[in-house]
């Protein structure tokens, strides 16, 4: 997991370069710009706050998601399924995908 202070220096570091900006929501001259100017001004200073936010949240999601996967797969249905032999399981009606229905 990396901290999000690293992940925020390591951004910053890449802001220098002229392609995304570094802050502020919109450029000090982008009132005179066509719309699809201030569009991509907008799009070029939310890179960075984005892209730290969405990474900084990623690993918590993925530690919620697998103990629920978890939790379910220790339900007692999954364990009767298993007894029952069902190794499968069809998403789709098994026309779809190709693959065949088990009984």
Sequence with gaps: ???????????????EDAMVAAGGMVSVDSTGLPFTARLWDLVRHMILPVTILVLGAQPILIRHVR?????????GFVHAGR????????CCGGSRCGRQQIH
């Excluded at 997991?1 to 220096?9: E, F, K, Q, R, V």
């Excluded at 103990?67 to 339900?75: C, D, I, N, R, Y």
């Excluded at 007894?83 to 069809?90: A, H, K």
């Design 1 to 15: 997991m990396i901290p999000d202070i690293a992940l925020g220096l390591d951004f910053d570091y890449c802001a």
């Design 67 to 75: 103990a629920a996967v978890a939790e379910a797969l220790e339900q």
């Design 83 to 90: 007894r029952m032999e069902f190794r499968d399981v069809d």
